[in-house]
């Protein structure tokens, strides 16, 4: 081991680095200034984004994961700064997101006494942390940091939260040495799949007549895409997904029957309730998945392959199990496969898709009409944007239309927030998402409500100071629409607290030096796109779309997934 003179707060640099960290989104204070000092050292080596917001932090190191497939890293100071954090973190375990919080706290001799900025930020974040601890001794950092780093990646990802007393930044350490945690005596995140269940699953699925498969966020997340299409294509098999399994099959692939859920696709939830054998995969049968789950897939025999333990038979019953990640898994599925054909049960899922695209698509993508509907502005951005985009979305009515209407091809193209639902998270998390992609240069779309967009405003900030060539798309419907949506068809249309008084866009826009561009007419929307993509550095676009507009199909309450509404007149 190495003579040193070190602080504290180096050694939590020293081990950024050694983790190959490259980028920290953060916010300074009083408590995590000695961390703040010892980057300045370093600076060649990592890189700081100052955002506007701690949640900007977070939800930047959140698009940042998501799309680099590294651990996220994100540093904000105590008391407010801490408790900034906590939706992020919420959002990032809901997802499987890997990161790694850095919290500065009051020194040691002030914990417990309501210190200035002093909050229990290991307390409050312990039930939506992977893992958290409160480091009081510099001696402790190298060790700790090793095992919030191995935590968050390893097994289902996750977010880790290290919080670090003053005293313990300031210390001196004089010996130091940092080795990458390889494994944890009482964690064990790696599952074998069970050759006996692994047979069990084969023999259903050459067996049945009517196979689907529903792929999740673990099939990107362990990185078996190509795993899923040699099944699918050995079965004759036709595949959905989730929202955050979108772009884990091709959306122009034959065998992909759309997207499950409340505002899935037609097929994709009537083949749900029709098969005889469900494949999840990488997938927690979420209730925006199931909707009633006591009308859930009960006609099949359902064989689950999910890393997670916990989340087997939770929410769905289920016929094989089989705990492990999905690409292990589906190496030992796929050599027990027969070639099959299911010629029937594929025209079934045409007829299923050639009706939602009379009843549905031919309305939302008309360009014809006097009004801009949300699903005609997505789909017109999507074939204008090259192969690998990756789009970012928000919540709500503009996060439905991005995730019907794009056309998601490329891995992890796609990052959204998926079982928190976080408005605000998709400005900061695109920010992020640039960061991790700008070596590769593949452009980056930002999709965005008018609700969603005021909440993390601020970071604009971010993309005037650092130049991001980012690109902004605004539905902006003044209203809260999704609120709206159910405010129509489940309150009488008692439209009380969800109407937006906005303001001027564009103008706050451009007060940040940003290119801004409002629109609301059809013969716009084309050459507006085009001016976006050619518009070096950032662009925004403001697309004013119809006002009180449904996204169809959905769910209704109480409903089976194969109980969809297709339009309005059919409520």
């Not at 928000?394 to 056309?407: E, L, S």
């Not at 640039?434 to 008018?450: E, F, H, R, S």
């Amino acid at each position: 081991m190495k003579e040193y003179d070190i602080s504290g707060a180096e050694a939590v640099t020293l081990a950024l680095i050694a983790e190959g960290v490259d980028i920290v989104f953060g916010y300074p204070g009083g408590s995590n200034l000695p961390i703040y000092d010892s980057f300045f050292k370093h600076k060649e080596q990592i890189n700081h984004v100052l955002v506007r917001h701690e949640q900007g932090a977070i939800h930047a190191a959140e698009g940042y994961a998501e799309v680099s497939g590294k651990v996220g890293v994100c540093m904000v100071t105590s008391g407010p700064g801490a408790t900034n954090l906590i939706t992020g973190i919420a959002d990032a375990q809901l997802d499987s997101v890997p990161i790694v919080c850095i919290t500065g706290q009051v020194g040691i001799s002030n914990l417990g006494y309501d210190a200035f900025q002093e909050t229990d930020v290991v307390g409050i974040s312990m039930p939506v942390t992977k893992w958290n601890y409160q480091i009081t001794k510099a001696e402790e950092i190298s060790e700790t940091l090793s095992k919030a780093f191995y935590i968050a990646r390893s097994g289902r990802p996750g977010p880790v939260l290290i919080d670090i007393t003053k005293n313990a930044q300031t210390e001196k350490l004089t010996q130091f040495e940092y080795e990458k945690c390889r494994k944890i005596n009482s964690y064990h995140p790696k599952f074998r799949p069970i050759d006996e269940a692994v047979e069990e699953a084969a023999m259903l699925l050459n067996n049945a007549t009517k196979p689907f498969m529903v792929v999740g966020h673990g099939v990107l997340l362990s990185g078996c895409k190509d795993e899923v299409a040699t099944l699918s294509k050995t079965l004759d098999m036709p595949v959905a997904s989730t929202l955050l399994g979108l772009s884990a099959i091709p959306c122009d692939n034959p065998l992909y029957a759309g997207m499950v859920g409340l505002h899935g696709n037609y097929a994709a939830n009537k083949m749900t309730n029709e098969c005889d054998v469900l494949l999840a995969v990488g997938m927690r049968f979420d209730d925006r998945v199931t909707s009633n789950v006591q009308k859930y897939a009960r006609q099949a025999k359902i064989i689950h392959i999910e890393i997670d333990p916990s989340e087997i038979n939770k929410l769905v019953s289920v016929s094989v199990p089989i705990v492990s990640d999905a690409k292990s898994a589906l190496n030992k599925l796929i050599p027990l496969l027969q070639t099959s054909s299911h010629g029937q049960w594929l025209d079934i899922m045409r007829n299923y898709r050639k009706e939602e695209e009379e009843k549905v698509f031919a309305r939302d993508l008309d360009s014809n009409t006097q009004v801009l509907r949300m699903g005609r502005v997505v789909k017109a951005i999507s074939q204008k944007m090259p192969n690998g985009t990756i789009t970012v979305t928000d919540v709500g009515q503009n996060q439905m239309a991005a995730a019907r209407y794009f056309d998601y091809q490329s891995d992890d193209c796609l990052v959204t927030s998926g079982g928190l639902g976080t408005m605000g998270f998709a400005l900061p998390a695109a920010i992020g998402a640039w960061y991790a992609n700008k070596m590769l240069n593949q452009p980056i779309v930002c999709i965005m409500g008018d609700g969603g967009f005021q909440m993390t405003i601020e970071e604009l900030g971010v993309i005037m100071q650092y130049k991001i060539p980012l690109k902004m798309i605004l539905l902006n419907n003044n209203y809260l629409g999704m609120i709206r949506q159910l405010q129509d068809m489940y309150y009488d249309s008692r439209y009380y607290f969800g109407e937006l008084q906005n303001p001027k866009f564009t103008k706050i826009v451009e007060a940040y030096d940003i290119p801004a561009k409002k629109i609301s007419k059809q013969e716009e929307l084309l050459p507006a796109i085009q001016e976006m993509l050619t518009t070096a550095g950032p662009y925004f676009l403001e697309v004013k779309v119809e006002k009180e507009d449904n996204i169809f199909p959905v769910v209704p309450s109480g409903a089976g997934v194969d109980e969809m509404i297709l339009r309005k007149e059919d409520e």
